[in-house]
């Protein structure tokens, strides 16, 4: 089985803030994003996809994020919900369709009711959407035992206007 993720968003209301988890599903290596409700078509003109991730990971509309569950992918719901699991305590399915609720809301509860497992993350006070979808992907990144990383792709993935490197220390001083 591929390690694979997708997203589905519960009636996200900011353009700025899908932007910024379609810069993260790119980071991350989602395979597409999700999105019901219609506050987002309503205004994602104004979104803010600075690396352009929408050229590589499709974000389409749905009426139900239930009809769109990828094949073989387990449902796991993000949200503040009681009974729901601690972040850190939390075993990342190889194959797993996040859906995250939305900053002024709640997933419905038919969702949750479907879900494989639903997970918060213990912070004091809600966060907004972007930040939650980055932090559970890097969670899911920090818990996996599949490794990217090095000179070489810190040299792929940095801005261009960065070249700093790590000074290496004389071992004799």
């Known amino acids: 089985m591929t390690n694979k993720a997708t997203i589905g968003l519960t009636n996200p209301k900011s353009p700025s803030n899908v932007g910024a988890v379609m810069r ?6 989602v395979s597409s994003v999700f999105y019901d409700g219609g506050r987002y078509a309503f205004a994602k ?7 352009n991730a929408l050229l590589n990971i499709p974000l ?5 994020l239930l009809d769109v569950v990828p094949q073989g992918a387990k449902i796991v719901c993000v949200d503040l919900v009681e009974g729901a699991v601690a972040l850190p305590d939390f075993e990342h399915p190889e194959n797993a369709y ?14 949750i009711d479907n ?5 918060y993350i213990p912070t004091i006070g809600c966060m907004n ?20 990383g090095g000179d070489e792709l810190i040299r792929e993935s940095r801005d261009t206007n960065n070249t700093a490197k790590v000074k290496v220390q004389d071992p004799i001083a």
């Not at 609720?101 to 509860?109: A, S």
């Not at 879900?115 to 997970?119: G, K």
């Open 115 to 119: 879900a494989d497992s639903v997970v």
């Open 24 to 29: 993260a599903s790119g980071c991350y290596q």
């Open 45 to 51: 003109k104004f979104h803010t996809d600075t690396q």
């Open 98 to 111: 996040y859906i995250f609720g939305p900053e002024d809301g709640t997933i419905e509860q038919e969702v």
């Open 129 to 148: 959407l972007a930040a939650t979808v980055n932090v559970v992907l890097y969670d899911r990144l920090a818990k996996s035992t599949t490794r990217i």
């Open 60 to 64: 389409v509309e749905t009426k139900r």
